[in-house]
């Protein structure tokens, strides 16, 4: 054997363990072992429900907050042929002059955020820590025109990137 061929090897295997404890230190020293698993939340804090889901398994209730009779139904049935449960429909009790707002707690903040690109990321969320269930009120304003078309609102969801649980909530474990 020749020399260069020698030392070649010894070169090559050199690298190796020098890649071996790299991978090695990497793998000890990691700190996303826990990621997601709500390290350092509150006890008792709510655990609120981030998941993003399927038009069909969201609940809402729609209300109009403008002068157009009427808008409530319209919307609502909208909602209802793009597979939404639609619980109730009818007038607010003031008027307001935004696209919308979306009412929800913790059990609605995945449901919220799917709406929202409905709405194109114009509708305001106002979250209620106290609310028990996972239904989202939608409060129609006087700026509202239409929802988006299904492009827009995967162009939107894009765009807001994943549902992140609201200050003094925890996420919910996600199952596999």
């Known amino acids: 054997m020749s020399f260069a ?16 404890v790299i991978v090695v230190v990497a793998v000890v020293r990691d700190t996303q072992g826990k990621g997601g698993a709500a390290a350092g939340c509150p006890e008792g804090a709510p655990l ?17 907050a403008t002068d157009e009779p009427g808008l409530a139904k319209k919307v609502a049935d909208d909602f209802r042929n ?10 607010a009790k003031q008027q307001l002059d935004g696209v919308a707002v ?13 709406l929202r690109a ?6 305001e969320p106002k979250f209620d820590i106290k609310r028990k269930d996972d239904t989202v009120d939608v409060v ?5 025109a239409q929802l988006a078309t299904t492009t827009e609102v995967n162009q939107s969801l894009g765009d807001l990137g994943a549902p992140v649980a609201p200050a003094g909530t925890c ?5 596999k």
């Not at 609120?48 to 109009?64: F, G, P, Q, S, T």
């Open 5 to 20: 061929r020698v030392r070649a090897l010894v070169v090559v295997g050199l690298l190796a363990v020098v890649a071996l």
């Open 48 to 64: 609120a429900d981030v998941a993003l889901h399927e038009n069909k398994d969201v609940k809402i209730n729609v209300y109009n």
């Open 82 to 91: 793009r597979k939404f449960q639609v619980k109730k429909e009818g007038n």
């Open 102 to 114: 979306l009412q929800y707690g913790p059990k609605g903040v995945g449901s919220a955020h799917l």
């Open 118 to 123: 409905y709405f194109l990321n114009n509708a």
């Open 140 to 144: 129609l304003g006087n700026n509202f």
């Open 171 to 175: 996420p919910m474990p996600v199952d």
